[in-house]
């Protein structure tokens, strides 16, 4: 019979992005001045990085997805993993495409991300609404939370 | 007097589901304890109590899917009422032990009375409040709406199909609680973004509520700002929070809730008490915490150990000022908008629900204090349910509003940050494995373990997706115990798909995983099923 796998803790979860099912990458919104990007790669995509039979440099480009035309592009090392980038305007649909470029630098396949709605606002301390920070705020946490 | 204009008022009412049958007692679980005694039943017994002097309550109140399996838990209610048990025994200790006719006797005797309270409640309704709140929406006092699932923060989630079964889950729970179908839904946070409005418009969601900023940046910007319900695609509404009313009771900076006279929420006897007379009301780990007996008062902006006895009278007295206050500034604010838009208005006041009693040990007596005030004082203001304020009239240009939530910053990053995002991988890889598997397993004869066994499959995944873990990870407040609920869900989720793959399901597994999280009772898998795949 086939045994329960150990649960991982938090500390595992990056390394697991070296060995994923599949080799994604996906954007999240956090702000009109702020996406969240980040990688994963399956075992043989990452033991092809390792050998250098892929290019070590990766290249992360962000597009408008209502005209599918450039945005941004970075270059990052494989095994970045994760990014915190300003989007280049707010109020715009993203997505992403990480390119992987082999060892004599020529294209060898495209990763595509999902597409995301960056808001148009101001951050809220700059909006006319009321937005309290985490501590003004009245969050229910328990009672057993220690000090404010 | 004819109503200038209507008051909204609209409590959430949310915990994760923090249900550990496994141990004697689970830190966790006092979460729940405390707010069963200090806001629900509290605003339970008001919402009756108006009832009986012909008092019509109007809330609107959002009771999410996992408070609501909480509410009804057998062995939770039970747990519930040990703790009102140990609780009442602690205070008659308090009661032999503090001097007589002194400040501290009053507190205490206020807190005996709030306890007895929650214990008649509680067994009032056999244990089971979800009866008491379907009982006041049956009779007209509140309306009750849902949230998602698990309290999931939809415009982050990557997956439709996981959008969609957030929503899904929640309706469908609610149906199956109220015997009716929900005509609000409350997003969690108010995060919003225009690509959650299909899984919305698909479960036969009416509306939705937004943050102020969210139509403040609408396109086209609503005639009436926030002032009416909007119409958007597709026939949803939404509601916006009014931020007048919102910074007068909400923040404990510039609101009501942090005056003087109010309870100090830090000093608390748990840590001012002799360590052995408290010992046997800690948990096994002997760690003072909060026991939610408290006998000081705000006072000002002085030490904790400097803060002054609490008054109850006091603090009574001082709600009952803010109400008239919150009231008078309502119609202030109303006879404005009457002359600068003509219409009239809806101030639509959104609150979580536990602020009231948990944080503001006196929010229950204002709120009791405002509904009371509008009757007595014959004010040209009427309390309506959120539904009621739609059938009253609404702005007929659809907008589109802008991504927007009430969190920190107004946007979306106290759930993505440097503190939580590790989650996302592993939360995104799941809910592709649940929709892998959802879709594979849908349309072919499932024998009834390899059914249950994908049911359990996507409960899992639910529970992963509570935006509580990644906000308890960002504030580093019960973060380990955060850790563990993301990374022993997805686990299971991973676990179980693995079994459904190779065919090879444990039922012991299944068993315990179903013992454990019996969340969901009607789920069917197939709400993660691609569309296409139907």
């Given at each position: 019979m086939k045994q329960e796998n150990k649960i991982p803790d938090s500390a595992a979860y990056w390394r697991e992005c070296f060995s994923s099912s599949r080799d994604r990458v996906i954007i999240l919104p956090r702000s009109p001045l702020s996406m969240f990007i980040y990688w994963e790669w399956t075992a043989l995509r990452t033991s092809l990085f390792k050998t250098g039979k892929l290019d070590a440099t990766v290249k992360l480009k962000l597009l408008y997805?209502?005209?599918?035309?450039?945005?941004v592009e970075y270059s990052k090392?494989?095994?970045?993993?994760k990014m915190y980038i300003q989007p280049p305007q707010a109020g715009r649909s993203y997505y992403a495409l990480l390119e992987i470029l082999n060892s004599t630098g020529a294209h060898q396949t495209t990763l595509t991300s999902n597409t995301i709605v960056i808001p148009s606002g101001m951050p809220a301390s700059a909006a006319e609404g009321y937005i309290p920070s985490s501590g003004e705020r009245m969050v229910f946490l328990p009672s057993s939370m220690e000090g404010k | 007097m004819s109503a200038k204009g209507s008051l909204a008022i609209v409590l959430h009412a949310h915990l994760p589901y923090i249900r550990h049958m496994e141990a004697e007692r689970f830190l966790e679980e006092d979460w729940f304890f405390e707010a069963v005694t200090e806001c629900y039943i509290p605003l339970i017994a008001t919402i009756e109590r108006l009832s009986a002097e012909y008092i019509r309550a109007g809330l609107t109140i959002s009771l999410s899917p996992t408070l609501c399996a909480l509410l009804e838990d057998p062995g939770m209610s039970e747990r519930c009422h040990k703790y009102i048990k140990l609780r009442l025994e602690l205070l008659q200790k308090e009661l032999e032990r503090i001097p007589h006719d002194s400040p501290a006797e009053r507190t205490a005797l206020m807190y005996r009375q709030l306890f007895e309270q929650a214990r008649n409640v509680l067994i009032k309704f056999d244990g089971n409040l979800i009866t008491a709140f379907r009982q006041l929406q049956e009779k007209g006092q509140i309306e009750v709406i849902t949230t998602t699932a698990t309290h999931?923060?939809?415009?982050?989630?990557?997956?439709p199909e996981a959008v969609r079964a957030q929503v899904l889950a929640a309706v469908n729970d609610y149906a199956k609680r109220f015997g009716v179908r929900p005509k609000g839904l409350w997003l969690p946070e108010c995060a919003f973004t225009p690509q959650i409005i299909s899984a919305l418009q698909l479960s036969g969601i009416k509306y939705i509520f937004l943050e102020k900023h969210a139509l403040d940046l609408a396109?086209?910007?609503?005639?009436n700002g926030v002032f009416s319900p909007v119409l958007m695609q597709g026939g949803l509404f939404a509601y916006a929070r009014d931020a007048q009313s919102a910074r007068e009771v909400w923040?404990?900076?510039?609101?009501?809730?942090?005056?003087?006279q109010y309870r100090e929420f830090y000093r608390d006897l748990g840590f001012d008490a002799d360590y052995e007379y408290i010992r046997p009301y800690l948990h096994a780990d002997g760690i003072r915490r909060s026991l939610g007996i408290k006998y000081h008062k705000i006072t000002g902006n002085v030490h904790l150990a400097d803060k002054a006895p609490y008054d109850p009278a006091e603090a009574a007295a001082q709600a009952e000022e803010h109400a008239k206050d919150f009231l008078a500034k309502r119609l202030r604010q109303i006879e404005q908008i009457n002359t600068d838009l003509g219409i009239r208005p809806v101030i639509t006041g959104t609150y979580d629900a536990e602020l009231f009693g948990h944080w503001w040990l006196e929010g229950p007596a204002f709120l009791e204090n405002v509904l009371r005030g509008i009757r007595k004082e014959r004010l040209p203001l009427q309390m309506i349910t959120a539904s009621e304020g739609i059938n009253a009239g609404h702005d007929n240009t659809e907008i589109k509003p802008e991504p927007a939530s009430w969190g920190e910053g107004g946007y979306f990053e106290p759930w993505i940050?440097?503190?939580?995002?590790?989650?996302y991988p592993r939360l995104n890889a799941a809910a592709e494995r649940m929709i892998e598997i959802a879709n594979r397993f849908q349309n072919i004869e499932n024998t009834p373990l390899q059914t249950r066994a994908l049911n359990q499959a996507a409960r899992e995944l639910l529970l992963a997706q509570s935006s509580d873990w990644a906000f308890l990870l960002y504030v580093q407040s019960h973060a380990p115990y955060a850790e563990k609920r993301v990374c022993a869900h997805t686990h299971h989720v991973f676990e179980l798909a693995n079994m459904l793959s190779e065919n090879d399901i444990k039922e012991e597994y299944v068993q315990s995983l179903e013992k454990q999280n019996p969340i969901f009772s009607g789920i069917d898998y197939r709400i993660f099923a691609s569309p296409s795949s139907f």
């Open positions: 997805a209502d005209s599918n035309t450039l945005a090392p494989w095994d970045t993993l | 999931a923060i939809l415009p982050i989630m990557i997956h396109n086209p910007r609503p005639r923040s404990s900076k510039y609101g009501y809730p942090g005056s003087p940050n440097e503190k939580n995002d590790w989650i």
